[in-house]
């Protein structure tokens, strides 16, 4: 069966970076796009970005541009989150989804791993 | 680019039938038919409901359905349940790998 096992939660100083791993599995890992997604505490879903495992191209939110990144392992079929410059605007739920294609049809997410940014 | 527009709340009882919309521009909801629409309860992971518009993968009643003219999408729940009651999202396509997703709805089964 498809699963999205992502780590565990974080806590974290303004200003340090986290990365966040989601490890996929029951599934050809190269045929479906990861997606990034974030819910901060109350708040709505927010699309952080994209990566194509086959070859890693990346598409960011204009809005994290300079401090994300996301990369792949497809031997461990695993994808990393990486966010930089933390403040407690960044305290969110931090999803990986799965897509097909490139269209935002996501059917399968992760279980969410926190991210909390404090003093 | 900006979040998709919903309603913050949304209510009906069970057995009626309560749409949700969804507005975007031209650049999203407007210029591509790939909205999607998510349910997520309370700590858990959003669900896929619809995606494409109207399209409804495998296992999810068919008293969910999608729609769309223009700028706008919605989201019919018809025969309310109170399983029903949950936070709606909808997310749509903004071109060049982007996507957007609307603010969410909360749904209340009264």
């Known amino acids: 069966q498809v699963q999205l096992v992502q780590s565990g939660a974080e806590v974290k100083k303004p200003g340090a970076s986290v990365t966040v791993s989601c490890k996929a599995s029951?599934?050809?890992?190269?045929?479906?796009?990861m997606y990034w997604v974030r819910q901060a505490p109350g708040q709505g879903l927010e699309w952080m970005g994209i990566i194509n495992p086959t070859g890693g191209a990346t598409t960011y939110a204009q809005k994290f541009q300079g401090r994300v990144t996301m990369t792949r392992d497809t031997s461990t079929s695993t994808v990393y989150l990486d966010l930089s410059s933390l403040t407690s605007d960044d305290t969110a739920v931090y999803y990986c989804a799965r897509s097909y294609y490139d269209i935002l049809t996501c059917d399968y997410w992760g279980q969410g791993t926190l991210v909390t940014v404090s003093s | 680019q900006s979040a998709l527009t919903q309603p913050p709340s949304a209510s009906g009882s069970p057995g009626q039938s309560v749409t949700i919309s969804c507005t975007g521009t031209?650049?999203?909801?407007?210029?591509?038919?790939?909205v999607s629409w998510y349910q997520q309860h309370p700590g858990k992971a959003p669900k896929l409901l619809i995606y494409?518009?109207?399209k409804r993968p495998s296992g999810v009643p068919d008293r969910f359905s999608g729609a769309k003219s223009g700028n706008t999408a919605s989201l019919t729940v018809s025969g309310l349940q109170a399983e029903d009651e949950a936070d709606y999202y909808c997310g749509s396509y903004a071109g060049n790998s982007k996507g957007v997703f609307g603010g969410g709805t909360k749904l209340t089964v009264l």
């Open positions: 494409e518009v109207n």
């Open positions: 029951g599934y050809t890992f190269s045929t479906y796009y």
């Open positions: 031209s650049s999203d909801v407007g210029g591509y038919n790939y």
